[in-house]
């Protein structure tokens, strides 16, 4: 197993560069299965999630290559219209093939997907909606058995209650093909749904209302394969922002560059700049410049635009930071909160209290070992121990590597005195 080891108190200098967003590529790949052809996909990271949907689409009959900083997709041949449970467990993205291998091939056997160990984050709303827009569905033995009526779904109108990015996607992916209109309310309006639908629009579905609450679309013959570029990952910019608050030195400041800072919604950002923080934002980039002192600023998750529940885990973090108390409320998944009792063996001081997590700042934390459990909690041990006195080992690191490309070589180039290493988790403690 793999792990990092941070040695605190670097300060974090210079400039980062945010990579392509994860999400967005996932639902990118997802849509490049609907066209016969090959479909070339600019900016696409290079993690683990990415690789482990590459090989989903393989089992379709899709052809899969990475080329230089992208990948190309042929989807010529694609015929064998199952995901299995080996690797969809992995990531709960790999649900995206139910709906584009029923746009594609009119059926599909979908495992019910994994993920992150946390939080209720139930499939019916998918389910009920591609039943919604008259596809047949039913549940064999852990799997998802669906199939449209001959020439695609029928259409129909559904409205998602809660919005669901994932549900948004995997309706939108199964009636871009489909034989009728589709109407979806209560749409996700999040951004990397409006690349989504922007790369379908490009291939020739008939799409409207992207961005907005309502999308309409009326099915399509066929689509076609194109070139497309994704967009920049907005969670990776806010982790960044809050690192360079926590780690950078007061008043110099760090530049986050190839960056969409609009995606990240204005609910973060009036909360950041709450906090004493120089933010000066620019159209591909945003520069922070650290406070002396952080001010404690409570924040709430919300469904986009309000505040991202991928970000308050690091939110946690740059609260230890502050001069006082504060409160993070997930209003989004009520569980987050796995991380808390890794970041107590640093010395964060914190109460939870059922979906809320109350922070009382001004301690300096210590260096120690802990064990991610999920992918946002993982960088938030990371975060702590770049501001941590002594040496900070973060285990299970396989999380950190689904949705954050080179992390470790780009705090080191920011002089944060951070690597990776091998190790036995389950090895006997040495004696001194």
């Keep these: 197993m793999e792990k990092l080891v941070i040695k605190g108190g670097h300060p974090l200098r210079g400039t980062l560069a945010i990579s392509a967003s994860k999400n967005a590529a996932l639902s990118l790949m997802a849509a490049a299965v609907l066209p016969q052809g090959v479909t070339h996909l600019a900016r696409i990271p290079k993690l683990r999630d990415i690789t482990t949907f590459s090989h989903v689409l393989r089992i379709t009959g899709a052809a899969v290559t990475r080329k230089d900083t992208g990948l190309q997709i042929d989807a010529t041949r694609v015929g064998f219209p199952e995901a299995p449970y080996e690797l969809v467990k992995k990531m709960r993205a790999s649900f995206y093939m139910l709906g584009a291998l029923l746009g594609r091939c009119g059926r599909a056997r979908v495992s019910l997907p994994g993920g992150c160990a946390w939080g ?128 950078g030195v007061p008043g110099q400041p760090v530049r986050l560059t190839h960056a969409h800072p609009d995606h990240l919604g204005e609910q973060f950002i009036a909360a950041f700049k709450e906090t004493g923080a120089g933010c000066a934002i620019a159209d591909n980039e945003v520069i922070v410049t650290p406070p002396e002192s952080i001010n404690p600023v409570s924040i709430e998750t919300a469904i986009y635009p309000g505040f991202p529940t991928d970000l308050q885990a690091q939110w946690t973090v740059l609260l230890a930071c502050a001069n006082g108390k504060a409160t993070v409320t997930d209003q989004v998944y009520g569980d987050r909160f796995n991380h808390i009792p890794e970041l107590a063996r640093l010395g964060l001081r914190a ?16 260096g120690a070992r802990v064990m991610s459990t999920d992918l946002r909690a993982s960088v938030s041990l990371v975060l702590a121990g770049m501001i941590a006195q002594g040496t900070t ?40």
């Design 120 to 247: 209720p984050r139930p499939v019916n709303l998918h389910l009920e909606g591609l039943a919604a827009l008259g596809a047949q569905i039913d549940l064999e033995e852990g799997y998802v058995v669906a199939q449209t009526p001959r020439g695609g779904v029928s259409g129909g109108s559904y409205r998602l209650e809660p919005s669901s990015v994932g549900a948004t996607i995997n309706l939108l992916l199964a009636a871009s093909l489909g034989r009728g209109g589709t109407r979806i309310e209560n749409a996700a309006i999040e951004p990397d749904v409006v690349v989504f639908c922007e790369m379908l629009s490009a291939m020739g579905a008939r799409l409207a209302g992207i961005g907005t609450r309502t999308i309409e679309i009326e099915g399509v013959q066929e689509l076609k394969a194109i070139n497309f570029s994704n967009c920049p990952d907005r969670i990776e910019l806010g982790t960044f922002m809050i690192a360079a608050a926590i780690a």
């Design 351 to 366: 109460n939870v209290v059922g979906n809320q997590v109350t922070v009382y700042g001004g301690s300096q934390l210590s």
């Design 393 to 432: 080992h973060v285990g299970r690191i396989y999380h950190l590597d689904r949705g954050y490309e080179h992390l470790e070589k780009k705090l080191s180039q920011c002089g944060i005195d951070i690597r990776r290493e091998q190790y036995d988790e389950f090895a006997a403690p040495q004696q001194n």
